[in-house]
């Protein structure tokens, strides 16, 4: 059992440039969610989604995009890429919007913009 | 805003010794409240949780305790080991809201 997977670990990125973090869970969540993580803060909501077509902004959305075509794959788009967007990003999964088991994150992709 | 709030950043304990993390938070509506555990290159993984309706919630080593009117938990674990040395996040929700508020982290070390 994978739980979260996410693509790529690290990643380079030019001022301007344009990408795609893939995230992918196998425990058939409903819920979905993409966090940053900045030095010495805490985990900020980027966006997030409560089933396959159904997304919505959370407290940081600027910058992004989302898209969740399917219950597994909720990829993260980056466009034109700022250094303010250098960060750890964290993709979560969750059965409900509250358990008593909390979310199942991945490892993490980190990005720094250049 | 910062929500959540943990105000140590770090914390070392002698292997053995009671480990004392903190959290304050400022909504009121805040409910549901859950501790995570994050080790370096890995993402936080889910340690125990605890509702309003509860003041105690235990699991093994690990302890939650919620002070509702002073908008207060702590996570206390007892006997610390140095396993336990990692970055500790408490976060927040209302039973009806769509994301959980974290904290900034206090990282824990345990001296052996």
């Known amino acids: 059992n994978a739980g979260v997977t996410q693509t790529p670990k690290f990643r380079i990125l030019k001022i301007g440039q344009s990408m795609t973090l893939q995230c992918a869970q196998d425990m058939n969540h409903n819920y979905m969610y993409w966090y940053r993580q900045d030095p010495g803060m805490g985990l900020k909501l980027i966006y997030y989604s409560v089933g396959a077509g159904i997304t919505d902004k959370g407290e940081v959305p600027n910058g992004y995009n989302v898209s969740r075509s399917t219950t597994e794959d909720f990829p993260l788009r980056l466009e034109l890429a700022a250094p303010s967007q250098t960060s750890v990003y964290f993709c979560a999964s969750s059965y409900d919007r509250v358990t008593d088991y909390g979310y199942t994150f991945g490892s993490g992709t980190r990005l720094t913009v250049v | 805003d910062q929500q959540v709030k943990q105000n140590s950043p770090s914390l070392s304990v002698q292997e053995g010794r009671i480990s004392i993390l903190n959290c304050d938070y400022t909504?009121?509506?805040?409910?549901?409240f859950l501790w995570y555990k994050k080790y370096p290159a890995e993402g936080p993984t889910f340690l125990i949780s605890i509702s309003s309706i509860k003041d105690k919630n235990e699991d093994g080593r690990f302890t939650v305790f919620l002070n509702k009117s002073a908008k207060h938990l702590s996570l206390h674990i007892v006997p610390s080991q140095p396993g336990d040395s990692a970055v500790y996040f408490c976060?927040?929700?209302?039973?009806?809201?769509?994301?959980?508020?974290f904290g900034t982290g206090t990282s824990l070390t345990v001296i052996p």
């Open positions: 909504n009121s509506m805040f409910d549901y």
């Open positions: 976060a927040a929700n209302t039973l009806t809201g769509n994301q959980f508020y």
